[in-house]
């Protein structure tokens, strides 16, 4: 089974900060997505960047990019730059494709616990 | 509509009442899921629901839960004899089924049970 896990509970950086959250997951898949998801009080979590397992490029969405190192199985986000509006609950997720059976749909996702994010000011 | 609408926002309720929870997913998205949120547990599968196919159950965690979904669009999530243990918030997600991964999720439930 697949499992993800977030090591830092809780982070805070200054504003205009950079700051880097670890994930590290663990599968004999090879082929799978990595997602970085933002929860914001308000409870909806919000995508804030993706990784296909089968690209070597890091993918990268304005102030936010990602580390992704396949053989370590390690998947960190970097945020530049950092705002007050980031301030939220951050979760690593893994998914594996459900394959060519049912159409390649989008698998479930696997979240780690999260790491609580705090940008002061 | 413009996003994924759950209603409502925020239930109490009574140890052994049944619950109803509502999701509304993006027109045209095919795929639905339900997850639950714990306290300290993060985020887990619950049910996943894909265009006339049976369900994946799988994640449901006693038979006191079962969801439905009408007419390919919205689901319900029920849960009977609702416990303590049951608080959490849940959330729902749905996707289109191709078009690149990565599902969009609405605020949640909080369901508390005392």
């Known amino acids: 089974a697949q499992t993800v896990t977030q090591s830092q509970p809780e982070m805070s950086v200054q504003e205009a900060e950079t700051v880097t959250l670890s994930c590290t997951y663990d599968?004999?898949?090879?082929?799978?997505?990595l997602f970085w998801y933002k929860q914001p009080p308000s409870r909806q979590m919000i995508l804030v960047i993706r990784q296909e397992a089968y690209k070597q490029q890091n993918a990268t969405e304005n102030r936010f990019s990602v580390n992704f190192q396949k053989a370590a199985k390690s998947f960190s986000l970097k945020i530049s730059d950092s705002q007050l509006g980031d301030t939220a609950m951050y979760f690593c997720?893994?998914?594996?494709?459900?394959?060519?059976?049912?159409?390649?749909?989008?698998?479930?996702?696997?979240f780690g616990k999260g790491t609580k994010l705090s940008v002061k000011p | 509509g413009a996003g994924v609408s759950q209603s409502p926002s925020n239930k109490v309720t009574e140890k052994g009442k049944d619950v109803e929870l509502r999701c509304d997913p993006i027109s045209g998205h095919t795929a639905l899921y339900w997850y639950r949120q714990s306290l300290g547990q993060g985020l887990e599968f619950l049910i996943y629901f894909q265009g006339n196919s049976a369900p994946d159950k799988s994640g449901l965690p006693s038979d006191r839960f079962s969801a439905e979904r009408t007419g390919g669009s919205v689901s319900t999530l029920t849960i009977q004899r609702t416990q303590q243990e049951d608080s959490a918030v849940y959330l729902c997600a749905s996707s289109p089924d191709f078009g690149g991964p990565g599902y969009t999720f609405g605020s949640g439930t909080r369901l508390t049970v005392v």
């Open positions: 599968t004999s898949e090879s082929n799978y997505y």
């Open positions: 997720a893994f998914m594996k494709p459900r394959g060519v059976m049912y159409g390649g749909s989008q698998g479930n996702l696997i």
